[in-house]
């Protein structure tokens, strides 16, 4: 059975850090293109970043491109997001989830994590 | 840039038809995916591929295509149906993930 299953969110303050970890069962994270996906208070869905089946290939939205940083652990089996320079605009509950294609831009997410709040406040 | 449009909100009395469109110019030529969000969840995959049905997704559930327009309707509708739905599709040549700005299926 595939799970993903996110950690690592809580309260920062404005221009901190955080590290989130998506840790995944059932199937092998480098066999798959994996994304992060956040969704602020009250809003919509909107892509985060995407990492290819090459762990080098790494895709940013405009809004966190230079601020965060997707990676992968294949020995843990973990998807990573670094995330710096916190705004509160960055206030969401971020999802990771699993490409059904190896591409990342070629189809869409056919698992998802249950989710983990990120909240960004003096 | 690249956008797709969904209608705000759709209401609908159980047992009828609930239709819920996506637009978008690169629509044509790119697969389309649905999800549904119920209240406090993540999102589920209800529809991949323009019109594939996930396993343990209801048969209620369907896909259609048109040009630069999908929709996904859902047939004989239930109070459990009651949810966001968003469509989503990838720009690769700007190499981005787009989702719609959801609608809301309220059962009525």
């Known amino acids: 059975e595939v799970q993903l299953l996110e950690s690592g969110g809580g309260l920062v303050q404005p221009g901190g850090s955080l590290r989130l970890s998506c840790a995944a069962s059932?199937?092998?994270?480098?066999?798959?293109?994996m994304s992060w996906v956040r969704q602020a208070p009250g809003k919509g869905l909107e892509w985060v970043s995407s990492?290819?089946?090459?762990?080098?290939?790494?895709y940013y939205a405009d809004s966190v491109k230079g601020r965060f940083t997707i990676s992968r652990d294949n020995s843990n089996n973990t998807l990573y997001l670094q995330i710096n320079s916190l705004r509160a605009e960055d206030t969401a509950v971020y999802y990771c989830?699993?490409?059904?294609?190896?591409?990342?831009?070629?189809?869409?997410?056919?698992?998802w994590g249950q989710g983990i709040l990120v909240t960004v406040s003096s | 840039s690249y956008e797709l449009t969904q209608p705000p909100s759709v209401s609908v009395s159980p047992g009828q038809t609930a239709r819920i469109t996506c637009s978008g110019d690169?629509?044509?030529?790119?697969?389309t995916y649905w999800y549904q969000q119920r209240p406090g969840q993540a999102p589920l995959l209800v529809i991949y591929?323009?019109?594939e049905r996930p396993s343990g997704i209801p048969e209620r559930f369907s896909g259609s295509t048109s040009g630069t327009t999908v929709t996904l309707t859902i047939s004989g509708v239930q109070a459990e149906d009651e949810a966001d739905y968003y469509c989503?599709?990838?720009?690769?040549?700007?190499?981005?993930?787009?989702f719609g700005s959801g609608t809301k299926v309220t059962v009525l």
């Open positions: 591929k323009d019109s």
């Open positions: 059932g199937f092998a994270l480098s066999t798959y293109a």
């Open positions: 690169a629509l044509a030529n790119q697969y």
């Open positions: 989830a699993r490409h059904d294609y190896g591409d990342p831009f070629l189809g869409g997410f056919d698992y």
């Open positions: 989503q599709s990838a720009d690769s040549g700007d190499t981005k993930n787009v």
């Open positions: 990492l290819g089946i090459s762990a080098t290939t790494t």
